[in-house]
């Protein structure tokens, strides 16, 4: 007879497995993950599911009966406002139809030239032999190119209010959201959080942008301008209510998840000198000491398998929750109803079923490779949910470690202990290092 529920932690009596995630989620997911394909554990007296396996994270992800669980809904709506990660079924579609042409290859390609502008003048300020936290400027300068990119904004007021209030923004989100998912349902989280003023300053402030811009009737070329332009085929139009929120949503996730990438692209060149060795001759061959631009980005191979073995090795998108809207068999059991279920690429891509020597920093696994020859490759998520910047983030992480390469290597100042940051994204802090200006062979 098959088991009702499929194996894993017994854990506490009273807390079920909440002391083991508190004291490092990575390594609990990832123990979890030797539980087999589908494990379950139990925070406090909630049960929850943990799926490790390509197959089943595709049928989750790609199914209209698995939605985005309640909680991280109502989490996010209460900082986002009503955008593309507080919605489902048939109003997310519409949205994510009236959205799409701003990430359409003929625009991202005019983005192409802010980041790398974008980059320079970062690069310009840098000094020789300086040591700096490299997490902190891949924050700032991914911020700064979701901004101009997105509101045309450069290093204005607005733009400085919009940062500030971001920043106290997901500082909350990064710790009250682990402490709401022990929480029982019924707890109105949107009544509490610190962040309550941040969130209706930046409200305020994009709510602001949108009208001065809708009354202006002006084409900036920039992603807002296409989101109030956007219509769905009947004509529909977004309200300025809903621009807010969906430039809100992709405020959020267009800077921080691409500034973590970054970071462990660093450091996992730091440690990899040969690698960073070929990254450079290919930088130099290519582009013979120019600024790279999006024309070159098809020639920089290399560069851009090493984006995808960071984002392999350190997926900052490494956690997901969904929830089956009905009884649902899956794997071999049956789940009630709004059961959550948890999906961590990080765990998928570090299974040795999945990938050869998957702890080793191997870009050369990704060259001459498409991403659908690798199953269990999941970073930008699948399905309807699919990450809608996913080409954008690819072509900004390319052009920046080009660019910032092509003039500087960056090493880890020794005896540097680095911490990694698994909350709502994977991220790394404390990565002090030191630049080496080098001059590129033409
Ligand atoms: C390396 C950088 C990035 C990674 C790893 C990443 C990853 C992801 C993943 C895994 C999801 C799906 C989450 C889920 O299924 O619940 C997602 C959704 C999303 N991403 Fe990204 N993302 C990145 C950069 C970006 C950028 C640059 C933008 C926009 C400029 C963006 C906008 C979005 C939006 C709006 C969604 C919600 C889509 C929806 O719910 O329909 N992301 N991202």
């Given at each position: 007879m098959t088991p009702s529920l499929p194996p894993g932690p017994h854990g506490n009596p009273l807390f079920g497995s909440v002391l083991s995630a508190a004291k490092s989620e990575l390594a609990f997911f990832s123990e979890l993950g030797r539980f087999g394909d589908l494990s379950t554990f139990r925070f406090g007296r909630k049960r929850f599911y943990f799926v490790n396996h390509p197959d089943l994270i595709r049928k989750i992800l790609t199914s209209q009966n698995f939605v985005r669980t309640s909680l991280s809904r109502s989490l996010l709506e209460s900082f986002l406002g009503h955008g593309l990660f507080s919605q489902e079924g048939e109003a997310h579609l519409q949205q994510r139809r009236l959205m799409q042409p701003a990430f359409h290859l003929k625009r991202i390609d005019g983005y192409g030239s802010i980041m790398s502008r974008f980059a320079s003048r970062m690069l310009d300020s840098w000094q020789d032999g300086e040591t700096r936290d490299i997490s902190h400027d891949m924050m700032r300068l991914t911020f700064e190119i979701v901004s101009k990119t997105l509101f045309d904004a450069d290093t204005g007021e607005q733009a400085r209010q919009v940062n500030a209030a971001f920043t106290s923004i997901m500082r909350a989100i990064n710790t009250e959201y682990p402490l709401y998912s022990v929480l029982p349902?019924?707890?109105?989280?949107?009544?509490?959080?610190?962040?309550?003023?941040?969130?209706?300053?930046?409200?305020?402030?994009?709510?602001?942008?949108?009208?001065?811009?809708?009354?202006?009737?002006?084409?900036?070329?920039?992603?807002?301008?296409?989101?109030?332009?956007?219509?769905?085929?009947?004509?529909?139009?977004?309200?300025?209510?809903?621009?807010?929120?969906?430039?809100?949503?992709?405020?959020?996730?267009?800077?921080?998840?691409?500034?973590?990438?970054?970071?462990?692209?660093?450091?996992?060149?730091?440690?990899?000198?040969?690698?960073?060795?070929?990254?450079?001759?290919?930088?130099?061959?290519?582009?013979?000491?120019?600024?790279?631009?999006?024309?070159?980005?098809?020639?920089?191979?290399?560069?851009?398998?090493?984006?995808?073995?960071?984002?392999?090795?350190?997926?900052p998108a490494w956690y997901a929750e969904r929830a089956p809207l009905t009884d649902t068999e899956l794997g071999g059991y049956t789940l009630p109803a709004h059961s959550p279920i948890v999906i961590s690429v990080y765990v998928t891509h570090r299974d040795s079923r999945f990938f050869d020597q998957p702890e080793r920093f191997l870009p050369e696994r990704f060259l001459g490779v498409e991403d659908r020859q690798l199953p269990a490759y999941l970073p930008f998520g699948a399905g309807s949910h699919l990450c809608i910047g996913n080409r954008f983030a690819l072509m900004e992480a390319q052009l920046l470690i080009a660019s910032i390469a092509q003039r500087f290597e960056l090493a880890l100042v020794p005896g540097t202990e680095v911490t990694t940051r698994a909350l709502i994204t994977l991220g790394v802090e404390g990565l002090k290092m030191t630049l080496r200006r080098r001059t590129p062979a033409s």
């Open positions: 349902s019924w707890v109105p989280v949107r009544r509490w959080g610190a962040s309550r003023r941040a969130v209706l300053e930046l409200q305020r402030i994009t709510h602001s942008i949108v009208q001065e811009r809708r009354a202006s009737s002006e084409d900036r070329g920039d992603l807002l301008s296409m989101l109030l332009m956007a219509r769905d085929e009947d004509g529909t139009q977004m309200t300025d209510a809903q621009v807010s929120a969906q430039t809100l949503s992709l405020l959020f996730a267009g800077h921080e998840t691409t500034a973590n990438a970054l970071s462990w692209a660093w450091l996992l060149l730091s440690r990899n000198p040969d690698i960073l060795r070929k990254l450079q001759a290919e930088l130099d061959s290519v582009l013979g000491g120019r600024p790279p631009t999006f024309a070159d980005l098809p020639k920089l191979k290399f560069t851009e398998a090493v984006v995808k073995e960071t984002l392999r090795i350190y997926p």
